[in-house]
C-alpha cells in the first residue's frame, strides 16, 4: 500500500511563508522522483516543482526563485518551502509519485 499524506497547508498573508511536508510510506521512497503539483478550482492541476532520486530540482516559471523542494530519504518525506507567497499561488497542493497522488493540502493566500 502507498500512501502519501501532505500536511503544512494553512492561510497566509501575502508575502509570507509556508512549509509544506508529505510523508511517504509503503514504497522504496529513495527510488523514487516526487513532485508537487497544484489546482484551484476550476482549474487544471499544474506542476509546481519535481526532484528526482539524484536531488536534481525543476520548477515551474510561476515559482522559481520563490519555492524550494527537497527531500529527506531517511524520513521518507518530501517538502515544499514557500516563501514570498501571492494571491495566485492559492490551490490545493499535492505530493506525486508519479504514479500516486496523495490528497491535498489546502494553501490560501490572501492579499
Known amino acids: 500500500q502507498v500512501q502519501l499524506v501532505e500536511s503544512g497547508g494553512g492561510l497566509v498573508q501575502a508575502g509570507g511563508s509556508l512549509r509544506l511536508s508529505c510523508a511517504a510510506s509503503?514504497?522504496?521512497?529513495?527510488?523514487?522522483?516526487m513532485g508537487w503539483y497544484r489546482q484551484a478550482p476550476g482549474k487544471q492541476r499544474e506542476l509546481v516543482a519535481t526532484?528526482?532520486?539524484?536531488?536534481?530540482?525543476n520548477y515551474a516559471d510561476s515559482v522559481k526563485g520563490r519555492f524550494t523542494i527537497s527531500r529527506d530519504n531517511a524520513k521518507n518525506t518530501l517538502y515544499l518551502q514557500m516563501n514570498s507567497l501571492k494571491p495566485e499561488d492559492t490551490a490545493v497542493y499535492y505530493c506525486?509519485?508519479?504514479?500516486?497522488w496523495g490528497q491535498g493540502t489546502q494553501v490560501t493566500v490572501s492579499s
Open positions: 506525486h509519485d508519479f504514479v500516486y
Open positions: 509503503g514504497s522504496i521512497f529513495r527510488l523514487r522522483t
Open positions: 526532484i528526482t532520486t539524484g536531488f536534481a530540482t
